[in-house]
């Protein structure tokens, strides 16, 4: 179970008038601490979303707001003049000291956002609508970017979607064996070794380096509510230098099954190909006019990649004693590393298939 914070005695640290009213814990993220928080403003309560971030896997704060704070600058310069702009990209709070992050007592780092009204977020896709507009959303936010000027940003985690290193890891997780749960994960440690050959594949590849979200899981786009659109990319700790094809890959991952990330009957988790059409689509749509042929060409083996490299992740975790994922019960990270599984399996199903329609798509 994860700790309680303070989060109302931090969010009084930030510029919001009126009074506080209440915070009580938000959203499914597995490493940062979000808060909803409520304040009385005249006559009317107004939502901010309040978050501590974790320290321990985020070791600079400030860098990673430093990053932030540029890339909503960036976006919110960009949609200036579309309507509802305020409602298309995350606006900070500034805290009391005028700093975009406040740090309290305990040492925890506290950042505020106001709250998008009228829009959502989902766990789990439901519709082929959805899994479009996911993708352009996020294409566009890569599009958006690219004409961020330097510096580069801060690699607030270095070597995130390095596969290789991610294995490595693995492999060391397995020959320590801290926890003695190698044997009950037998079979995802043979599925995870059979499968080595392909870490490398996107890092040489030579694809060129752009500014990338690379948690593009389908929770972190907010839906509009009356219009059903992608109005809202949020949770930016992890945008940094990266490849366009971990955030494709990851879309891959979290929006072409209809089962949760954790899900324990295998049987629902699979790869629904009018999912992943509509994903190629929509992110074509927004990204299509600046990636490269190398790109494109990768689209649909960036899906077995990413959900190989979060497999690895998941089932490095349970090895080494659920140290960096927070869990739930028991297994928790065993049974989210059999979905990754489960789900590479339906990949390998319809592989050819997928190419066929990326080698068409973006013709
Ligand atoms: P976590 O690391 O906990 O996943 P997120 O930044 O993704 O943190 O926020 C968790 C959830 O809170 C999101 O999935 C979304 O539903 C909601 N959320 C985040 N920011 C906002 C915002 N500014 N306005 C409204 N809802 C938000
Ligand atoms: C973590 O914080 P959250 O839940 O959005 C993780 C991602 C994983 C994801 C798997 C910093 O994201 O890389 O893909 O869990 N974030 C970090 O659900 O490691
Ligand atoms: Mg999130």
Not at 97 to 115: C, I, K, M, N, P
Not at 174 to 188: C, L
Not at 273 to 294: N, Q
């Amino acid at each position: 179970m994860s700790k309680e914070y303070d989060a109302g005695a931090a969010a009084r640290q930030f510029q919001i008038d009126g009074e506080y009213i209440s915070a009580a814990r938000y959203g499914s993220g597995h490493i940062n601490d979000t808060y909803c928080a409520v304040f009385r403003q005249g006559g009317a309560e107004m939502r901010f979303i309040i978050q501590r971030i974790n320290h321990s896997i985020f070791n600079n704060p400030s860098a990673l707001m430093e990053n932030v704070q540029r890339v909503t600058a960036h976006l919110a310069a960009q949609v200036a003049d579309e309507p509802d702009s305020d409602r298309r990209v995350l606006t900070l709070i500034p805290a009391r000291d005028g700093r975009s992050w406040h740090v309290d007592a305990e040492g925890s780092h506290w950042r505020v956002y106001r709250f998008i009204e009228r829009a959502r977020t989902f766990d789990a896709v439901e519709t082929t609508e959805q899994a479009f507009q996911a993708a352009r959303a996020f294409g566009r936010f890569q599009q958006l970017l690219s004409s961020l000027s330097a510096p580069r940003l801060h690699d607030t985690i270095p070597g995130f979607h390095n596969t290789p290193r991610r294995f490595a890891a693995l492999e060391q997780a397995i020959a320590a064996d801290v926890a003695g749960r190698a044997k009950p994960a037998a079979k995802e440690i043979e599925f995870a070794l059979a499968r080595k050959s392909i870490s490398g594949v996107l890092l040489q590849a030579n694809l060129p380096e752009r500014v990338t979200h690379n948690d593009t899981k389908f929770s972190n786009v907010l839906m509009d509510e009356t219009t059903g659109e992608g109005i809202c990319v949020v949770d930016l700790d992890t945008v940094m230098p990266g490849l366009a094809l971990y955030d494709f890959g990851d879309m891959v991952r979290t929006t072409t099954s209809p089962a949760m990330e954790d899900e324990r009957d295998l049987s629902r988790v699979t790869m629904q190909f009018p999912m992943f059409e509509a994903l190629v689509r929509g992110y074509l749509e927004s990204a299509g006019g600046f990636l490269t042929k190398e790109e494109k060409q990768l689209l649909a083996f960036s899906g077995k990649l990413i959900t190989f490299e979060q497999g690895v992740r998941f089932l490095g975790d349970y090895l080494a004693g659920d140290t960096y994922y927070k869990v739930h019960r028991e297994g928790h990270n065993l049974d989210r590393c059999r979905t990754q599984f489960k789900l590479i399996q339906s990949i390998e199903e319809q592989e050819e298939k997928m190419e066929r329609l990326v080698k068409t798509a973006s013709h």
